[in-house]
Nanobody, 122 residues
């Protein structure tokens, strides 16, 4: 069973940076994709960034050039480096994983989720 535990959220001023971490366990060869999603109050959950097992990363348009997703070689930690943060980035950020496919626009296809970490930008 895949288990995901996020950390690193907090409050930051606009223009600042944060690094989110996700501790990953239970990953198997069948887990093709892992990524970050976020949900702001009153809004639907949206994909932020994903990374495939082969290392290919994808980002939603609004974070391109500001956020970077990465994974350690042992695939035990997933990171999201966030820079130039703005109030629109305020949300609960979730780590998620799935088997086949890696479309960050289909969060319902991600089968494993962490509990989230709050990011507040003021």
């Amino acid at each position: 069973q895949v288990q995901l535990v996020e950390s690193g959220g907090g409050s930051v001023q606009a223009g600042g940076s944060l690094r989110l971490s996700c501790e990953v366990s239970g990953i198997t060869e069948g887990t093709n994709c892992i990524g970050w999603f976020r949900q702001a109050p009153g809004k639907e959950r949206e994909g932020v960034a994903t990374i495939r097992r082969d290392g290919r990363a994808s980002y939603t348009e609004s974070v391109k050039g500001r956020f970077t997703i990465s994974q350690d070689n042992a695939e035990e930690m997933l990171y999201l480096e966030m820079t130039m943060l703005g109030p629109d980035d305020t949300a609960v950020y979730y780590c998620a994983a799935r088997g086949i496919g890696c479309d960050l626009n289909t969060p319902d296809d991600f089968h494993f989720w962490g509990r989230g970490t709050q990011v507040t930008v003021s």
